[in-house]
């Protein structure tokens, strides 16, 4: 890849806090072991809560990341659970649509949100991994699977096929300097499942964290959520999901089933598993209720001839592939595969 790698806090400010240094300087390791320059936009280490009370910031460097013609790709230092507050600082003058240029953006969790609004302005984006999470994990390098789709996508700007990790980790218990070195606990994975409905379909895939979807339409985490995203229209217009795939992934919050299922009946409410072709659901962390959502999917959604695929290596459960936004995907699931076209 040829540019620099410039790392954004959009959400979260965590990167910013000193006990988190660790984590931060083995990624800046990792990095530049490949060759790439590594630019921190102005805001992006100011820490947890100068950038709560700061949105407009986050916003400005986003808009900076974009605007910076040695960037070439966009990287998320982590997720968080308000990044719908840089809204009005991205859309009300239309600064995001006039900052916007054909780079790399790469992220997940409440980064979502930030797929949305770049979706909104025709920016195609990658979902699945981030910085914190991803390049500075504690191990001894970087996990395998991951590492293959992050390099894939340094060195060629996409990802062409993703195929299922043989293996999940269970959830690293403690980050602080002590883990350094400590590998993570590795289980057996099955693969890509079938849930119901035909093994093949195709469409652009687009959507995320169910988490921050959820919060999109109820307003119970931040009341004024909803209005917000409604006055910038943020969730796609029924027109827009018309043929395209769903992708769902729930975050290490471990959503009860109750909440899993209200947030797949505000999905539903929208009309969007009637145009949809398919759904992808991502591996939930630890398994955590994994059967239960599996059954609400099929109890809510009602639609048997949907096609529907669990247990993708995407989301918040360890390794993480990477998933490209607004490129026509074929998936496959008796081959066990997901292509996506140049």
Not at 7 to 25: A, D, K, Q, T, Y
Not at 307 to 336: L, M, S
Request: hydrophobic share 40%.
């Amino acid at each position: 890849m040829v540019g620099a790698v410039g790392i954004v806090s959009l959400s979260s400010g965590i990167m910013g806090e000193p006990f988190i240094g660790h984590e931060v300087e083995i990624g800046l390791q990792r990095l530049r072991a490949y060759g790439l320059t590594v630019k921190f936009m102005s805001h992006a280490l100011k820490g947890l809560d100068y950038l709560r009370e700061h949105p407009e910031k986050r916003a400005e460097d986003l808009l900076q990341a974009f605007r910076d013609p040695e960037v070439a790709m966009i990287l998320c230092a982590i997720g968080g659970d308000d990044t719908y507050r840089l809204l009005p600082y991205l859309f009300d003058h239309h600064e995001l649509k006039d900052a916007v240029s054909g780079k790399v953006f790469l992220g997940f969790s409440d980064t979502t949100i930030n797929h949305f609004m770049l979706h909104k302005v025709g920016l195609r984006t990658f979902y699945g991994q981030s910085f914190l999470a991803d390049v500075c994990e504690l191990g001894p390098e970087m996990l395998p699977y991951s590492r293959k789709y992050f390099e894939e996508l340094i060195s060629t700007g996409g990802i062409r096929e993703i195929s299922p990790s043989a293996v999940w980790y269970e959830e690293r218990k403690s980050f602080d300097p002590s883990q350094v070195g400590i590998e993570l606990t590795a289980r057996p994975d099955r693969g890509f499942e079938l849930l119901q409905g035909q093994p093949a379909f195709s469409g652009k895939i687009l959507g995320g964290c169910i988490d921050s979807l959820y919060d999109l339409f109820s307003g119970e985490r931040y009341a004024d959520m909803p209005m917000l995203c409604e006055k910038y229209q943020l969730f796609p217009s029924l027109e827009d999901w018309k043929g395209r795939i769903l992708l769902l992934e729930s975050s290490e919050e471990k959503m009860s089933p109750d909440t899993y299922r209200r947030a797949l009946e505000y999905l539903k409410g929208t009309g969007l598993f009637d145009v949809v072709s398919g759904v992808l659901v991502g591996k939930p962390m630890d398994e955590a209720y994994e059967h239960e959502y599996q059954q609400l999917l099929i109890d809510v959604i009602e639609q048997p001839q949907l096609p529907i695929v669990c247990n993708i290596n995407i989301g918040h459960a360890q390794p993480r592939c990477i998933i490209p936004f607004g490129v026509e995907a074929f998936v496959d699931a008796e081959r066990q595969s997901i292509r996506f076209a140049a």
